[in-house]
């Protein structure tokens, strides 16, 4: 017998984006009675460690960093009411032009067939209807995320399981509304969100905007989860009502569609069979 459950996927390349790009949908949906599976595709060696220390630093222990935000990342799907976690388990790569880029057992050098063939095999396990993952850039350019959108891509299309696929966004409107909130409560941003930073979504692009205000205690919960990677701090010290207003509402570019579903949209499985929650 078919299983017919609903299922989502979300694609991510290491622990902690699950919750900062998609722990709204995730959470929204798995309260819903979506199946949701999340895939990890690296180990996240070259995140911070417990103790503080940043990759290129002295006693930074990438074998240690790797079991610690194992633990984390499990954490926080648990927090979002993740049904599966899958981990591909390869090395992380580091961001872009650094010298880990060029090592052989880094994610940015797996080969896209290779890796792919491992994430079909996920896709053919649990034949999800909807797959998120990030857009072709990588949503700022990161080696991992740009390799999570390769494989992700060339599995759906090889497959030809999910009926919609979704690239998380961040609308360029958005992102200048969250500046102006965080100087309005007096808060110092980093340097990568003043000025011109390297992502956001121009908005004529984005085409699904998912209402996540019921779960966002939930995705600040797993985004605490990884209390060892130091910019997440920026986020949780916003505080839960200005970290509300600002991620309470999740958007996506749709890379992929068979059901003809009109946008822009506020539920990523319209026009299936399964209609969301409302």
């Not at 995320?145 to 979704?166: E, F, L, M, N, S």
Request: proline fraction near 5%; charged fraction near 20%; glycine fraction near 10%.
């Amino acid at each position: 017998m078919t299983d017919t459950t609903p299922t989502l996927m979300a694609v991510h390349a290491h622990p902690d984006d699950e919750a900062l790009f998609t722990g709204g949908i995730l959470a929204r949906y798995a309260g819903a009675g979506v199946r949701t599976v999340v895939v990890t595709c690296t180990n996240g060696e070259l995140g911070d460690s417990a103790e503080g220390s940043g990759p290129h630093t002295s006693g930074h222990d990438p074998t240690s960093v790797a079991l610690e935000r194992r633990a984390e990342l499990e954490r926080s799907c648990a927090a979002l009411g993740v049904d599966h976690l899958e981990r591909l388990g390869y090395h992380d790569s580091g961001m872009m032009g650094w010298t880990e880029n060029a090592a052989p057992e880094a994610f940015w050098n797996a080969g896209v067939d290779e890796a792919a063939g491992r994430l079909a095999a996920l896709m053919e396990r649990y034949r999800p209807d909807v797959v998120v993952t990030y857009d072709a850039d990588g949503f700022y350019g990161h080696p991992d995320h740009i390799q999570a959108h390769r494989i992700t891509v060339a599995a759906a299309d090889g497959t030809g399981i999910p009926a919609k696929v979704y690239f998380v966004a961040l609308p360029k409107t958005s992102l200048a509304g969250f500046v102006d909130l965080a100087h309005e409560a007096g808060l110092e941003l980093p340097a990568w969100v003043e000025g011109d930073p390297p992502f956001g979504t121009d908005d004529e692009l984005v085409n699904a905007y998912v209402d996540c205000s019921a779960v966002v205690e939930q995705k600040y919960e797993a985004l605490a989860a990884h209390a060892s990677q130091l910019d997440n701090a920026f986020f949780l010290d916003l505080g839960r009502e200005l970290f509300g207003q600002i991620f309470s509402i999740e958007a996506f570019v749709r890379g992929r569609d068979r059901t003809g579903a009109p946008t822009p949209e506020n539920d990523l499985f319209a026009g299936l069979a399964y209609a969301g929650p409302a």
